[in-house]
């Protein structure tokens, strides 16, 4: 069983400017070192000229984990997350995205979409959760879908921020 995960934000930022940011790996640096948790970090990172590749690290304090994650994990979490962005045509950029927890048996994987709108930019996110626990596993894809979508919420204002910033 999987569950599905649909975040929608927008920015008054141009969509160049958005990307520009969201792939820039000081601005992704000062991302982890604030909202990343315990030994976040950039593990890989490659940018050409077809688009920009990376591999981050994050970390979740098992005390900031609900209930029913805490029941089933023990200790903290390391969560492995790889990105992809390329420029498209139209102006905009796709992206995918593929979440692992190294020793769980759960991920996600999903696609985004920087794109212009009439006031700035958009930014669509779309990402299957899969956690293969019997019982309640369906449960724990909620709750992750869940903390998902309060991680993005972060990362947005965390990028709205930096860029009134600059």
Do not use: C
Not at 30 to 52: M, Q, T
Not at 74 to 96: F, H, L, M, N, Q
């Amino acid at each position: 069983m999987s569950r599905s995960i649909d975040y929608r934000s927008t920015s008054a930022h141009p969509v160049d400017a958005v990307y520009a940011a969201m792939i820039d790996q000081n601005y992704l640096n000062r991302r982890l070192k604030e909202i990343g948790g315990r030994g976040a970090e950039i593990l890989e990172y490659d940018a050409d000229g077809s688009g920009v590749r990376y591999r981050l690290k994050h970390g979740l304090d098992e005390k900031d984990l609900p209930g029913v994650v805490r029941s089933f994990l023990k200790g903290d979490i390391v969560v492995e997350r790889r990105e992809t962005w390329t420029p498209a045509r139209d102006g905009s950029y796709d992206g995918t995205v593929d979440v692992r927890l190294p020793g769980l048996p759960a991920g996600a994987n999903g696609t985004m979409k920087l794109a212009p709108a009439a006031e700035g930019s958009s930014f669509d996110v779309h990402i299957e959760t899969k956690v293969n626990v019997p019982i309640i596993g369906g449960k724990i894809e909620a709750t992750v879908g869940d903390q998902i979508k309060r991680l993005l919420a972060m990362e947005t204002e965390f990028t709205h921020a930096y860029l009134d910033s600059l």
